[in-house]
Structure formats: C-alpha cells, structure tokens
C-alpha cells in the first residue's frame, strides 16, 4: 500500500469518527435536557403543592375572619347591655340599624337578644312584653321547665325574624349545650349545625348560631358561680351558612372545593357548608383530585374541621407548556442546552424569591392596610390595583367593585382638581376633600398620598379617612363656643375668668365698658394687678388677701359687695362681685368673676341712712314751749310744731280740726254773735 492509498484510508476512518461527534453531543445533550427537563418540570409540581397550600390557608382564614367579625358585632352589643342600665327596644333597633346587616355583613339574618327567665319571673315578663304592644306574645314551646329563656329583640324585625320572637333557644338540646357553654365560661359560643326558627321552605340552608353572654354591670364574673348568679342573657346571632359563605368570598372558588363541619369528625350531622353542592358541581365519572387535605382547629368554643380536594379547574390552571417547550428546544438547539438549562434554572430561582418576596411584601401590606382606621388604596394612572377592606366600609363599594375602578370616582366633582393637582405634584400632607359613596351621599373627606414603587410599577398609596364625625364634633363646639359667646354679651354684667396664675383668660363687652379697657389689654394679664390693686384709699391691695385669689385656691365659691375695681383712667368704682372656681377633670383650672358697678345703689343706700339719721333726730329731749308748743331747734330758732316735723322727717300735714276743738270754736262763734246781736235762734 502506497503512501496516497494509505492517507486516503486514514482520512476515511478519522472522518467516520468526526462525523459520530455531532450524535454523541446530541445524546449528550439529549441526556442533559431530559435532566433539566426533570428538574423544572419538579420545581412546577412543588409550585402546584405550594399554591394548594396557599389557596387552602386563604379559605381556612376567611372563614374565621368572617365568623370572628360577626362576633365583634355581638361584643360591641354585649358592651352597649352592660354599659346601660336598660336599653329599650327603640334603642336597640336604632344601634343594629345603623350597622346595616344586610349590605355589611350578609348572612346574618340579625342582631338579637336572649333573656334569661326564672319561673318566678316568668307571668310578670310576659305581660311587660305583651304591654309593650305585643298582645300574642308568649315564651315558645309552651309548657314548664326549670329554666326559660326568650329571644326579646332582634332587629331587623321582618317576617323571618318575627318568627323567632318569644323562642326560649334554651329548650333545644344543642343550642342549650352552646348557651350553657358560654354562660359559664364567659365566652362565645356556637351552636350548629342547626335548621333556624327563621327558615321557610324557600332556599332551605343549613344555619348555626354565635352566642355571647351578658352579665350584670359592676358584678364580679371570676367564678362559674359568680358568672351565673350575674347572668342575664346572650347577645346573639342567627346565620345562615350559605350566605355567609357567598359573604366572606365574593365569588366561590371554583379550583378547589371545600366542606366546613363544627366536628372533630366529619360525620353527616356536623355539616355546616359544601361548596360543591353549592356549586353544584358536577365531577368526572371516576375523578380523582390531585390534592386533597383536612385541617382541624379549635375556636368559639367548637371544634372545627374542613376538608378540601382540587376541582379539575385547579389542574387545568397550573397546567403548562413551558415544561414541554423546554424539551422541544433542547431537542432542537442541543448545542445551547446547558445555556438554556442554566438560564431555566436562574429564571426559575429568580421567579421563586420574586413571588415570595412579593408575597411577603403584600402580606404586609395587607396587614397594615387592614390595621389601619382609614381605607387605603394604591393606584397607578387614578387605576385602583389594591385596597383594603376599611375603604370599602367607607365607600360603600364592595372590595371587587373598587379593584379596578377609577379612584377619582370617590371624590366629589368640586373637589377633582386639587386631587388632580396634589396627585401631579406628588403632594404628601394631609388635605380635605369631598368624597362621594356608592349611593351619592357625600362626605368630609381627609386624603394623605404618597408616590411609591409597586410591583415595579410607579404607583401611588393614598390613605383615606372619613371625618363626617370630627366635622361634626367640631361644629357642635363652634355652636357652643358663640352660644356662650351670645351669652356673655348679652349680660350688663362685667365676666371675665383667670387661669391659675390670675391672668384673664376671657372678658365681655360689659366688663371692658366698665373698666374702661379693650380686650388686648385685659387678655393675659394679671388681673388683680390691672383692676384690684388697690383699696379704696389708694393703698396697696396685697393679693393674698384678695377674696378672687383665695377662692381660686379653695375651690369655694362667693359673693361680696364691699370691693373697688380700678378703671383705666385711675378712677374706682364700687363693685358687686362674685367668683367661682373652673374645674377641668376633677382639678381646679381657673376661676370666672362676676361683678357690677354699685356706686349708685351705694349712693342711694347713703342717702336712705342719712334720712334715717334725720328720722332719729326726733328721738330723745325735745325742747317745747309749755305755752305756744313751740319747739327750739339746734340753731336757738322756735320753729311752729308742724314746721320743725318737717324739717326733720319725710313726714307732710294736711290741717283739720278734731271735734272738742269745734264744738269749742262754735260756742265762741255763739257767744261774739249774741254779743253783737246778730245771732239769730
């Protein structure tokens, strides 16, 4: 074999092997992708088993939180029994009204409560309940029994509910167990799974019923004794379970299905709710979920369990085909396999930390949006991304109406443009506005906003506040503020009050007219300094024994006549006075001074004494002619009788004649006559 023929043999046996090289890096690569393949198409199961456990735990929490705020309703009754001696059936209809059960809290058919009757008060609570304008009434089922109880309210008051009036729940083993429960222990109870006295045989539902008890005000209650010698009744709830359900998630979840029983077990008789039958879903002959769990708890004095198992929806929706497009490329782009796997990889690792870092950063967000008093929403564009339930509460919105509304449609049209202007200017102070609810009432509204990144998304958090009551204790203080404004102003008296310190606090137009100051030189000053510094004869009037000073430390009150106030020109007058202590939360805070100009009625009251004085000069030895009967004065002057009396008192003769002195006159008439002859018989 020549040199030619023996390259020409080398060269075709080296390029078989060359040309093998591209199927060993396929079966490489083939080996690499299915690897890599196996792995991602692992990390979408973990992901599927993640999210069943997330969707699971959501519908666990809502539910409690669902039953947990039906009971905070109860509480807040509970509290307003106890804070009041007795609360009247008016009262009561008013207090659950205003909670609008039916678009706030659907599911519950009502507010009511139980009384709890002895037999001894059994005939005189009948005809108390029948007096109020219940002829009919009567405790429910009939019949004698050790104890009694009877539902006495329960609003709203419609044709369900009035079925219910006079039911004594304590005859009824299984909610008598509940209300025994919870009397005795002091804390809420439920009873279920029942069929409530409300139901027709329209939409039949399963029902149960949250009981929290009441006892007597200001009685201990640390003992199962003291707890039931101070028992008065439950402040109770009738629900219905489907439409708590319908309540708690706005729209059933229809990827996983789950059953509620108040049991350890899940028995027939302790079932509360299956979304499947409400649903009425209809499974795949011989389906079999992919998940299926249980979880039990312990709450509101029951034992709960709930079981879940996925719908075909749940498969359908984590079902992808990222995993067989994985494989297709690798087939496809062999060569780039472990680029791509790697990328996969890092891609998939990224993915995970960004949804759990999400999660968490939503989870806190959730939790300190619903934690906060105002509603608060984050929005991009006016578009509404996230909200808390606080702001549907306020806006009347359901939570599902307000995810992707317009923010804007909250405010009132007046106030749209400084909203627009504060949104542009990235404006973060408190402002008010006008909001409007889904009704089109309108309400004081105070906006706080600020710009932050959302989701990567440049987005703005707006916190929302509803001030109708702060406007309206304001209001009422403004109202009460010129009411005794008006009556200050309105006396001819002079008010002024003083802080601790004796500095004006307040004056009326009265008081500065007197005085004879404005009010920017009274207020804040030391008023003994300014208008009682001194007595009468100009001499120095020490404070600490000034009446106004001693009664702002006493906390007594008085009234004294004696005092001189000093006007601005140096001049006094006499004054009437009276001072009161201010008492702020139990302590002395000041004092208000009353007082009046009394130099006329002192002037008067001189002039009166003086005559009196004159009165008296009649008193004593009194120097008179035994002849004349004239009288001798101070200045050695006989004065007439009737001239001197009224010189000296307040006393005016009208001159007449007694009947001796006539007779006698006449007879001496008689006598001139017969002596000059011209007396006729």
Not at 13 to 20: F, R
């Amino acid at each position: 074999m020549n040199f030619t023929s023996r390259w020409f043999f080398i060269k075709t046996k080296l390029s078989g092997k060359i040309a093998l090289v591209p199927y060993l890096a396929l079966g490489l690569s083939l080996c690499l992708t299915l690897f890599f393949w196996r792995m991602y198409d692992h990390s979408l199961q973990n992901s599927a088993e993640m999210i069943y456990k997330d969707k699971t735990e959501e519908i666990t929490s809502r539910i409690f939180k669902g039953i947990h705020e039906n009971e905070q309703i109860l509480r807040g009754v509970a509290g307003l029994l106890n804070a009041s001696n007795e609360v009247s059936r008016k009262e009561w209809r008013q207090y659950v009204s205003y909670l609008k059960l039916h678009e706030n809290y659907p599911g519950i058919l009502g507010i009511g409560f139980s009384k709890w009757i002895t037999p001894a008060e059994k005939d005189k609570h009948t005809r108390e309940i029948q007096a109020e304008g219940f002829p009919n009434y009567n405790i429910t089922p009939e019949g004698e029994r050790q104890t009694y109880t009877s539902i006495i309210y329960l609003e709203p008051f419609d044709s369900r509910n009035q079925r219910a009036f006079g039911y004594d729940m304590f005859s009824e083993p299984i909610r008598r167990a509940a209300m025994q429960k919870a009397r005795d222990e002091g804390k809420t109870c439920i009873a279920g799974a029942i069929t409530l006295v409300q139901e027709t045989d329209k939409d039949k539902q399963t029902g149960m019923l949250i009981y929290v008890p009441v006892y007597k005000q200001g009685v201990k209650v640390s003992t199962v004794e003291e707890r039931r010698n101070a028992f008065i009744g439950f402040a109770y709830s009738p629900i219905r379970l489907s439409d708590l359900m319908h309540a708690i998630f706005n729209q059933m979840p229809s990827d996983i299905a789950f059953e509620l029983y108040i049991s350890d077990k899940e028995i027939p008789e302790s079932l509360l709710f299956s979304s499947i039958q409400t649903l009425k879903e209809v499974l795949p002959e011989g389906y079999h979920p992919r998940y299926q769990s249980e979880s039990k708890h312990q709450a509101f004095g029951r034992n709960w369990r709930i079981t879940f198992k996925t719908l075909p929806a749940f498969s359908e929706a984590i079902q992808s085909t990222a995993s067989y497009a994985v494989l297709t490329s690798g087939i496809l782009v062999s060569c780039m396999l472990t680029l791509i796997a790697f990328m996969l990889l890092s891609a998939h690792d990224k993915a995970l930390y960004t949804a759990r870092t999400y999660k968490e950063s939503e989870e806190r967000f959730k939790a300190l949006s619903e934690a906060s008093f105002g509603g608060v929403i984050i929005h991009e564009n006016g578009l509404i991304l996230e909200c808390n339930l606080a702001l549907s509460t306020i806006s009347g919105f359901s939570y599902s109406e307000l995810i992707g509304m317009n923010g804007l449609e909250l405010i009132a049209p007046e106030s749209l443009d400084i909203v627009r202007t504060n949104i542009k200017s990235g404006y973060d102070q408190d402002y008010e506005v006008t909001g409007v609810r889904k009704d089109g009432s309108k309400y004081p509204l105070a906006i706080r906003g600020k710009n932050v990144v959302y989701k990567g998304r440049n987005a703005r958090v707006i916190e929302f506040r509803d001030i109708t009551e702060l406007k309206r204790a304001e209001m009422i203080r403004q109202e009460s503020e010129q009411l005794t404004h008006q009556l200050l102003e309105s006396t001819d008296q002079g008010i002024y009050g003083i802080d601790l310190d004796g500095c004006c606090t307040f004056i009326n137009r009265s008081a500065l007219t007197m005085l004879g100051y404005d009010a920017t030189a009274c207020l804040g000053r030391d008023m003994h300094d300014l208008i009682h510094h001194s007595y009468p004869d100009s001499h120095p009037y020490p404070v600490e024994n000034c009446p106004i000073f001693r009664a702002k430390l006493t906390g007594e009150g008085f009234r004294i006549d004696n005092e001189v106030f000093w006007r601005s020109d140096g001049t006094s007058f006499q004054a009437e006075l009276s001072s009161h202590p201010i008492f702020l939360d139990g302590a002395i805070n000041g004092a208000v001074v009353t007082f009046s100009d009394i130099t006329k009625r002192k002037q008067t009251e001189s002039e009166r004494e003086a005559a009196l004085a004159r009165v008296k000069k009649l008193e004593g030895i009194i120097p008179i002619c035994m002849y004349c009967k004239k009288i001798r004065d101070d200045q050695n002057s006989w004065n007439q009788l009737e001239q001197y009396i009224t010189n000296h008192s307040e006393a005016i003769f009208s001159h007449g004649i007694c009947p001796h002195c006539y007779e006698e006159q006449m007879n001496l008439i008689k006598s001139d006559a017969v002596a000059k002859k011209d007396y006729v018989v």
